[in-house]
């Protein structure tokens, strides 16, 4: 796995082989990318990214400039790897070991940002966008983005923009107006 682009381009990075995690592809991370970078200037947001598993998003935002990054993850032995790769790197991301449903209802934290790439078998994924605009986590103009498979459609959703897909990976954004 490597970073993209920014300050640490082509930096490889070997998570354990044992994580619990489905990285996004470089090819779903460079297309994510290109609608972040045209959208917002990243060296100046606030970025959580939730079910952070290898901390790829995470290294990506800080790669570019983005000083604000909150991580949440379940899983010790992800955490532990996000937090080296932090530290190695000398980046700013703040990593949290929970529950991303307890951390979504107890944060009084807003961002500009949220990113969320959870399991796909992950039961309450529905349940995720709601969450978010239900606990008021986004600042104006803020987009909260949700990596699914093709399995999940949210068109009918109040606070749905847009959808991209990138091979089997979709991005489902919503937006706080």
């Avoid at 970073?3 to 990075?13: A, E, H, Q, Y």
């Avoid at 570019?64 to 955490?79: A, L, P, Y």
């Avoid at 103009?141 to 979709?170: A, S």
Wanted: net charge negative; aromatic share 14%; hydrophobic share 35%.
């Amino acid at each position: 796995m490597r970073i993209n682009t920014g300050k640490f381009k082509g930096r490889r990075f070997n998570p354990p082989s044992n994580l619990p995690a489905r990285p996004t592809t470089d090819f779903a991370k460079e297309g994510l990318f290109n609608i972040l970078t045209n959208n917002f200037e990243l060296d100046e947001i606030s970025f959580l990214d939730l079910f952070s598993g290898t901390g790829s998003i995470c290294y990506e935002m800080a790669s570019r400039g983005c000083e604000d990054i909150v991580s949440v993850e379940m899983d010790k032995r992800s955490t532990d790897f996000i937090k080296k790769m932090s530290d190695d790197l000398d980046m700013n991301i703040n990593v949290l070991r929970m529950d991303v449903f307890e951390y979504i209802r107890s944060t009084k934290k807003k961002f500009d940002i949220i990113f969320a790439g959870p399991p796909y078998p992950l039961e309450n994924i529905p349940a995720l966008p709601e969450e978010v605009f239900e606990m008021q986590l986004l600042n104006a103009g803020g987009w909260f983005i949700l990596e699914t498979n093709q399995k999940y459609t949210f068109d009918e959703n109040p606070n749905f923009l847009r959808k991209r897909n990138y091979g089997t990976t979709f991005f489902h954004v919503f937006a706080k107006e």
